[in-house]
């Protein structure tokens, strides 16, 4: 029962399931299960755990009667590259020499392989892959026992229950087990194990910040105690359980945190049993450090400007050709205007506008009837060159060089083909994938007043 | 430079043969045996030695200074990557999925960016043990075939700069570039290598990944020194353009990889940092350390290569005002390609040179003596027909020497220098006196000369400043200015200018003429200023007397009752104009230091090409339209014109049109299809086409109904052409109609 135990230690608060899957896979007496189905959010600890087991048991085991190939489905681009992978792994063969076309080939090798009493199991991580491959793939791996006539399981690990594999072929129920998440006690208690890690990740951070007085500084943090790191964590959950409960992501962050909670310390302005002060300190760090989880920052200075999805700061900071802005405006213009309001817009005598009771209903104008608001529509290259002219007051030549604009905007994701993207007729159309805010800071830098030529604001 | 490259960008000019001039570089290559017979030719006439070697140089000026510009980020970048892989990051360390990356805002065109990416490529591969590759779009239409180029990549180039390693290592390199085909590129495979290439000594330590594994449990950090040893950089130069699906699985694996691979995630980003979070949702990021760098802006840079570069005194070689303004505005208004405006420079520079052997004179001043002996008569006479040789020829009063100046061709060998010295110098000073210029006028609310030097400069050749109302403007914010501003601007304008003779004109040719021109010029000025600076000491008095009396004049006049508004106007207008009319002491010596600076340095040497010395057309390029017509692709526009006026290129005699529009039976019956076509509407008969088709081809007026089945074939092969060349498209609606296409 050690295997239990060492892993346990490792990943507290997950004993039940390691002893059920222990007792599925663990012992040499009995055959092992056909497939077993593994799911759970993510941060649960599934793949992390089921690897650390199989190793365990192999060390614990020879290694040539436990034979553990353990692969991520994300690279399997081919139902080739799966079966190679496992193949290499479970034959122990020179790598260069496996070579499996198809899936008769894999069964026929495991076949080979066949010895009394070695035990094989193949483990999927993101095995959700696996439906996008062939038809046969994922009903026959969910029988590889059978096929091959090995001692063998697979293990599926995947964020998805097992009614998501459902297909029209029908599938052998595997036995399910689910990790579940994990409660906010039980997140305190991983995370408070994680002590001596962020105490040394704040040592080697002085060390190569070269700050002054550094050993005393050291020695303040080797004071530190376990209390003090939970009573931290509590604070830091508080604020980050209700936004994130992926483990290893509370875990980063934890410690980047950890270092912004100990600065008051360590400059000697707050005494390290005021927790109120502290807590006052480190809130400000928190609520940016929330904001950016996730988003792994190299650069802790520059964490401010990652945020900043503000659209206008966007539109400030891009370089665009002039005449790229202009086509991006005349884009704009085109997919949030009916082409029928072109020429009252665009055209100087468009002659008068009849007034209908329909279009004085019309006028009276909800939010929800605002173009703005329902979306970009599709336009031809020609109508928005047309546009493009129109509100250019200079005269342009039809040029490669403008034209090329165009598919440069359309790489820089500004614009967006709708259809016809490699027909060369001209009824390819395109739209503006930017807002009204990019537009108006856009065109306030040439000068420029979409509004006026907007159906939405006359 | 394989001007290829871009080739989604935009339309390229080749070079063909009959111009036969290619840089350098490619001389060089090509060699005398298989070089055309004309390239020889060319290539051994002087003006394309000149050629070749102004443009050497500049070449190596404009890298030079890019490299340097795009130092500090490619270091700051080299710096992350050398950090991120062989020290390892400690607050993530037992996190082993995470890949480093750096997210590079680079600028709207993509294309020029390569090329920084193969520098920094180059910086990486000098600075640390690593292997790159470059993994574009385009390669990654698929998962696949993403994944097989990036493995294929780091297989390959690692080959082909083979590391000083033992027989033994060759031999399995030989054999692996024998057996490796693209399909069997995968990761696994490029895990093999790297294992075999590069941790090999630990190999026999711990034979499989499980005792790798096994110790990084107990030492982390000496497992990450071993492993870390050589690192993998993929560099995305293009983000934008990748399929974001493609995208987040790339990096999925990359990220499960990251235990056995040390990765290193380069991204170009043209946008901003947003693009990579709206690209990649939250698990991928997660997966992802980012580190954003700037580089300079595209603007930025080409105001660079311009003031340091192109704009240098040391080159002889200018552009024209027109011809300057119009590389500037296709870069600012189009594309902010550097690239394109180098290459769209270098084609001035060859423009120029090929107008013949007496361009060879266009180079320093030296070179251009030891090049007047080269002269042949044609040359000569070349030189006599610029336009500027003839009021040269006018200002000379004697009669024989103006006979000898045109006959003589030793006579003008003889005046030569002392011309071409004149012209050298005139650049000099003028590039001089733009710095001082610059300084004085460049940060004037609502820079009415902007900003920069380029724009001044194009403003400058090309017209008479002087009389230029934006000029006049500039002169009356300068004399409104309080004394302080006024003296700090033109003694900031003084010592800028002078620090400009230091740095940039000591070392050149004819530097010491230059130099007394200015700083007579500049000491005149400095008096100058200095009466200015005193005026202000005596008036310190006057101010204060003059306004002693004015304030008691406004409360009397306040007092004043005026009876009607037009009183009140008239009154104001009197005492406006009083005002003017008693300059104060520093007022006058303001507007004097500022005719000097009009009429000693700006209408002396900052004259329009027009006013130039004479034969400043050897240095000069000035012709614009034949840049713009070979530079700037206008497809549909040539087309237009071939088919509307086809005589334009066949130059043959049947189809002189008298207007663009006229009909002739004798035009190509493609031409009369679309002529007739620029006639209808949206839809097109085809049946009235046909007609109308006969009627200008078939000149016989009959009233057959029957078409004549030749005509008819013609008509028909006519609009197949049409449809061929995307001008209509048969209409699926609407019966025998076609659609047209353009409008």
């Given at each position: 029962m050690d295997v239990c135990k060492t892993i346990t230690e490792k990943f507290p608060c997950r004993k039940k399931i390691v002893k059920e899957l222990i007792n599925l896979i663990s012992y040499d007496e009995e055959m092992f299960p056909n497939a077993i189905h593994i799911h759970g959010h993510t941060g649960t600890g599934k793949t992390t755990i089921i690897k650390h087991l199989l190793k365990e048991s192999v060390r614990r085991n020879n290694e040539n009667v436990f034979n553990v190939a353990f692969v991520n489905c994300v690279e399997s681009y081919s139902s080739r590259i799966l079966f190679e992978n496992i193949a290499e792994t479970l034959c122990s063969e020179n790598a260069e020499e496996v070579k499996v076309e198809n899936l008769k080939d894999f069964v026929e090798r495991l076949r080979q392989l066949k010895t009394e009493d070695t035990r094989y199991i193949i483990a999927l991580d993101n095995a959700e892959r696996l439906r996008d491959m062939e038809a046969n793939v994922l009903p026959s791996i969910l029988r590889l026992q059978e096929l091959s006539g090995l001692n063998l399981c697979v293990i599926l690990i995947t964020q998805l229950p097992l009614e998501k594999f459902y297909c029209k072929t029908s599938i052998d129920e595997p036995i399910i087990v689910y990790f579940p998440q994990y409660t906010k006690s039980e997140t305190l208690k991983i995370l408070s194990a994680d002590f001596k890690n962020a105490q040394n990740l704040l040592i080697s951070q002085l060390q190569r910040n070269k700050t002054e007085n550094l050993e005393q500084k050291i020695d303040v943090i080797n004071t530190v105690s376990r209390d003090f790191f939970n009573n931290y964590l509590n604070l830091f959950l508080g604020v980050f359980y209700k936004a994130c409960r992926d483990l290893s992501e509370l875990k980063i962050t934890a410690r980047k945190c950890f270092t912004y909670y100990m600065t008051p310390i360590l400059e000697g302005n707050v005494d390290m049993s005021d927790v109120s002060r502290l807590w006052r300190c480190v809130a400000g760090q928190l609520r940016t450090a929330l904001m950016q989880v996730?988003?792994?920052?190299?650069?802790?200075?520059?964490?401010?400007?990652?945020?900043?999805?503000?659209?206008?700061?966007?539109?400030?900071?891009?370089?665009?050709?002039?005449?790229?802005?202009?086509?991006?405006?005349?884009?704009?213009?085109?997919?949030?205007?009916?082409?029928?309001?072109?020429?009252?817009?665009?055209?100087?005598?468009?002659?008068?506008?009849?007034?209908?009771?329909?279009?004085?209903?019309?006028?009276?104008?909800?939010?929800?009837?605002?173009?703005?608001?329902?979306?970009?529509?599709?336009?031809?290259?020609?109508?928005?060159?047309?546009?493009?002219?129109?509100?250019?007051?200079?005269?342009?030549?039809?040029?490669?060089?403008?034209?090329?604009?165009?598919?440069?905007?359309?790489?820089?994701?500004?614009?967006?083909?709708?259809?016809?993207?490699?027909?060369?007729?001209?009824?390819?159309?395109?739209?503006?994938?930017?807002?009204?805010?990019?537009?108006?800071?856009?065109?306030?830098?040439?000068?420029?007043?979409?509004?006026?030529?907007?159906?939405?604001?006359? | 430079m394989d001007s290829t490259i871009s080739v989604s960008k935009g339309c390229f000019v080749f070079k063909g043969a009959a111009e036969g001039k290619k840089g350098g570089a490619i001389k060089r290559k090509l060699k005398d045996d298989n070089a055309t017979n004309l390239q020889t030719q060319i290539s051994k006439q002087p003006f394309y030695s000149t050629y070749t070697d102004t443009w050497r140089s500049l070449e190596i000026h404009i890298d030079q200074l890019q490299s340097q510009s795009y130092t500090k980020t490619l270091e700051d970048v080299v710096q992350y990557v050398e950090n991120e892989c062989i020290v390892g990051n400690t607050d993530t360390y037992d996190m082993e999925e995470i890949v480093p990356a750096a997210a590079l805002l680079t600028g709207v065109n993509q294309p020029d960016h390569l090329e920084q990416f193969a520098t920094l490529t180059q910086r990486i591969l000098e600075k640390m043990s690593a292997s790159v590759c470059m993994l574009q779009s385009r390669d990654c239409s698929t998962l696949k075939s993403a994944v097989e180029t990036m493995v294929y990549n780091f297989i390959e180039c690692a080959q082909e700069r083979p590391p000083q390693s033992d027989l033994e290592d060759e031999d399995t390199e030989k054999r692996e570039r024998k057996r490796l085909r693209r399909t069997q590129c995968n990761m696994r495979q490029l895990v093999h290598w790297y294992r075999r290439k590069y941790i090999k000594p630990y190999h026999n330590k711990d034979n499989e990944d499980d005792g790798v594994d096994d110790e990084e449990e107990h030492s982390p950090h000496a497992k990450q020194r071993t492993k870390r040893s050589h690192a993998l950089v993929v560099i995305l130069p293009d983000f934008e353009c990748f399929n974001t699906t493609i995208l987040q699985d790339l990096i999925l694996i990359l990220s499960a990889y990251y235990a056995h691979l040390p990765f290193v995630l380069i991204f170009g980003v043209a946008t901003s940092v947003s693009a990579v979070h709206n690209a990649l949702p939250y698990h991928v990021t997660s997966k992802v350390k980012l580190c954003v760098f700037k580089t300079q802006t595209a603007p930025v840079c080409l105001n660079e290569i311009l003031e340091r570069v192109i704009l240098s005194p040391k080159y002889a070689f200018h552009l024209s005002g027109k011809a300057f303004k119009f590389l500037t505005h296709i870069f600012l208004y189009y594309d902010f390609s550097i690239h394109g405006f180098i290459q769209g420079y270098k084609y001035c520079l060859m423009e120029h040179f090929f107008q013949g052997n007496a361009y060879a004179l266009c180079s320093n001043y030296t070179a251009s003596l030891n090049q007047i002996k080269n002269l042949s008569h044609e040359d000569v006479e070349c030189i006599r027909r610029l336009l500027s040789f003839r009021p040269y020829v006018e200002s000379i009063n004697d009669c024989k020497r103006i006979i000898a100046i045109l006959t003589d061709d030793n006579y003008l060998k003889k005046k030569l220098p002392q011309l071409l010295r004149d012209c050298h110098i005139h650049f000099m000073l003028l590039r001089i006196f733009l710095e001082f210029l610059t300084v004085l006028t460049g940060d004037l609310p609502k820079c009415p000369l902007g900003k920069q030097r380029r724009e001044l400069y194009s403003f400058c050749l090309s017209k008479e400043l002087r009389d230029q109302p934006e000029f006049k403007e500039c002169w009356q914010m300068l004399s409104f200015m309080s004394k302080d501003e006024f003296v700090s601007k033109v003694s900031k304008a003084i010592s800028v200018t002078e620090d400009f003779l230091h740095s940039e004109i000591v070392d050149l040719e004819l530097a010491e003429d230059c130099m007394t021109t200015v700083n007579e010029k500049l000491q005149a000025l400095k008096d100058l200023l200095t009466k200015v600076v005193m005026s202000g000491m005596d008036e310190k008095s006057p101010t204060n007397s003059t306004a002693a009396p004015s304030t008691p004049a406004t409360p009397e006049a306040n007092k004043q009752k005026f009876t009607s508004r037009q009183d009140l106007k008239e009154h104001l207008l009197q005492m406006s104009k009083q005002h003017n009319k008693p300059s104060s002491e520093y007022a006058q010596s303001v507007a004097q230091t500022l005719l000097y600076i009009q009429n000693e340095i700006i209408i002396k040497y900052m004259a329009p090409l027009t006013r130039s010395p004479p034969l400043h057309e050897l240095f000069v390029y000035s012709d614009v339209s034949t840049v713009r017509r070979h530079i700037i692709g206008a497809p549909r526009a040539a087309l237009h014109m071939a088919l509307n006026n086809p005589h334009y290129y066949l130059q043959c005699k049947c189809c002189q049109l008298s207007e663009s529009n006229q009909l002739l039976a004798t035009l190509p019956d493609l031409s009369v299809a679309y002529k007739l076509h620029l006639e209808c509407g949206r839809m097109i008969n085809l049946f009235d086409w046909l007609q109308a088709f006969r009627s200008v081809v078939d000149d016989i007026d009959n009233e057959q109904e029957q078409v004549d089945p030749q005509i008819q074939a013609r008509f028909t092969r006519a609009v197949a052409e049409l449809q061929f060349l995307g001008y209509i498209k048969m209409s699926k609606r609407k019966t025998d109609h076609a659609t047209r296409l353009t409008w």
């Open positions: 996730y988003i792994r920052n190299g650069q802790p200075k520059s964490g401010a400007e990652l945020n900043d999805k503000d659209s206008v700061k966007i539109a400030q900071s891009l370089e665009l050709p002039y005449y790229g802005k202009y086509l991006l405006i005349a884009a704009f213009i085109a997919s949030y205007n009916s082409s029928k309001e072109d020429k009252r817009l665009f055209v100087k005598n468009h002659g008068k506008r009849r007034k209908r009771m329909q279009a004085v209903n019309a006028k009276a104008k909800v939010a929800e009837k605002m173009s703005t608001y329902i979306g970009p529509k599709s336009f031809s290259v020609d109508r928005l060159l047309a546009i493009f002219y129109a509100i250019l007051e200079e005269k342009v030549g039809l040029t490669c060089n403008l034209l090329s604009q165009i598919s440069t905007l359309v790489n820089l994701k500004l614009l967006s083909f709708v259809s016809g993207e490699n027909s060369m007729d001209g009824t390819s159309r395109l739209q503006c994938t930017v807002g009204l805010e990019f537009i108006v800071c856009i065109s306030q830098v040439v000068g420029f007043n979409v509004r006026q030529y907007l159906c939405d604001f006359n | -």
